[in-house]
């Protein structure tokens, strides 16, 4: 039996994990809130990864980058790619609330006092990006600061040039060390999502899911449709590979980012994907992956688009075409200004409600079956680090199309 487990691709081990974490949770309600340890202690496990994996893959990614006319190229393309799939993720996300209208026919009281949450203006973030402190920085896991520090000790170390060999052998080293881990780490992943998913639907139940199901169906199913037609198609018709093949490569990390919730906690398991399966190189993903899992935000995206007009609906405010322009310009911004910053997509959320004067009592509603949301949107988060880490590695002949088609 052992050994037939052994030959299942991880994958189908996670998908199993999923489902039986769903059932058990559904219908051994009490038992399975005491399942959540296993979730814990995977989640720890990958946390655990976290900052050491992106500090030293990121470093060992930009000294890999010896022409820094070409890592300027690699940062102009990632950066400009993520806006520009934020900016569609959240025209969709208007569109599927606008056609199928999930606020209609729901009251929404104002008898809860929400308050808003400010963000960091977004030079306040650009400023604070800036360590004073990098021990501490890595201390506290404050991911744009470690990017930032790494970015600059990979380039010194380039700039040093053969004065730093040392240095930048170790950290070349130090990045596969970390691979390994990753392997190590994944391997419990079954185990994990079975204990996360049967706390979730534990806790949760069918009652709260019925009651905002529209609002629900519409995040999911424009999370899919984004996922196949604005991942897909891009894999498809721009970088010409074929978008089976990407799907297929990514599922691992895609049931982990829809399990924990995390950009960042999928991370290892993401940039293990990105390599491994679909021949992505080193180089290339431990850069794009780490700058995306921080500031992509295209999930979040579509559900500000389908909560907007979920919120519009509900108090019988009619958005205009100028309205929806400035929630798709304000979301697009805010996924810079809130990048890092903890609970990014409520503040997003209010954010948005507030550019177009909306009641921001509708966030107390939303908030109640967040977590069912988050799942969907931190997959399409996951999914487009992904795609964006295979389009770069395309363009820049950095693809191993034999591993990517194996």
Same mark, same amino acid.
């Given at each position: 039996?052992?050994?037939? +487990? ?50 030293? $893959?990121?470093? /060992?990614?930009?000294?890999?980058? =010896? ?41 929404? $009281? ?21 360590? $004073? ?5 890595? &201390? ?15 380039? /010194?170390?380039? @700039?040093?040039? =053969? ?9 070349? /080293? ?10 190590? !780490? ?17 806790? +949760?139940?069918? =009652? ?50 829809? $399990? ?30 780490? @700058? ?8 979040? *995206?579509? +559900?500000?688009? !389908?909560? &907007? ?8 405010? =009619? ?35 507030? /550019? ?33 880490? !295979?389009?770069? *590695? ?13």
């Amino acid at each position: 039996m052992w050994a037939l +487990y052994k030959k299942v691709p991880l994958w189908q081990k996670i998908f199993l994990g999923l489902v039986l974490g769903l059932i058990t949770g559904l219908i051994f309600k009490d038992f399975a809130i005491y399942l959540k340890p296993l979730g814990t202690l995977f989640l720890n496990l990958i946390k655990m990864l976290i900052v050491p994996l992106i500090f030293v $893959t990121l470093v /060992s990614g930009i000294t890999s980058m =010896d022409d820094l006319s070409k890592m300027k190229r690699v940062g102009l393309k990632t950066f400009f790619i993520y806006l520009a799939t934020t900016a569609v993720a959240i025209t969709i996300g208007l569109a599927f609330g606008y056609i199928f209208q999930p606020g209609v026919g729901i009251e929404l $009281t104002n008898e809860e006092t929400v308050i808003a949450k400010t963000a960091p203006s977004l030079i306040d973030t650009l400023l604070n990006i800036i360590t $004073t402190n990098p021990i501490s920085s890595l &201390a506290q896991g404050n991911i744009l600061q470690i990017i930032f520090f790494a970015i600059i000790l990979g380039l /010194s170390i380039n @700039l040093a040039k =053969d004065k730093s060999k040392p240095l930048k052998d170790f950290f070349s /080293s130090f990045s596969e060390v970390m691979f390994k881990m990753t392997d190590i !780490v994944i391997s419990f992943a079954p185990i994990g999502i079975f204990g996360l998913m049967a706390w979730v639907s534990a806790s +949760y139940g069918i =009652d709260v899911l019925y009651s905002l199901l529209k609002v629900i169906l519409c995040v999911y199913i424009a999370s899919l449709l984004h996922m196949i037609f604005t991942y897909g198609l891009s894999i498809k018709f721009i970088s010409k590979l074929s978008m089976i093949k990407f799907f297929k490569g990514i599922i691992p990390a895609q049931m982990i980012a829809f $399990t924990t919730t995390s950009s960042s906690g999928t991370l290892p398991v993401t940039t293990s994907n990105v390599v491994n399966n679909l021949g992505a190189s080193k180089s290339i993903s431990s850069f794009v992956l780490p @700058l995306g899992a921080t500031i992509n935000m295209d999930g979040t *995206a579509i +559900y500000q688009g !389908v909560c &907007a007009m979920f919120v519009a609906q509900a108090f019988g405010v =009619d958005l205009t075409f100028s309205n929806m322009l400035t929630i798709v310009l304000t979301s697009t911004l805010a996924s810079i200004g809130t990048a890092g910053v903890p609970g990014a997509g409520l503040i997003m959320l209010t954010l948005v409600l507030t /550019s177009v004067n909306l009641p921001l009592e509708g966030v107390a509603i939303i908030a109640g079956i967040d977590r069912i949301l988050d799942m969907a949107r931190t997959t399409v988060n996951v999914t487009g680090d992904a795609m964006v880490s !295979v389009f770069v *590695a395309k363009s820049e002949n950095e693809l191993d199309e034999k591993v990517y088609n194996s």
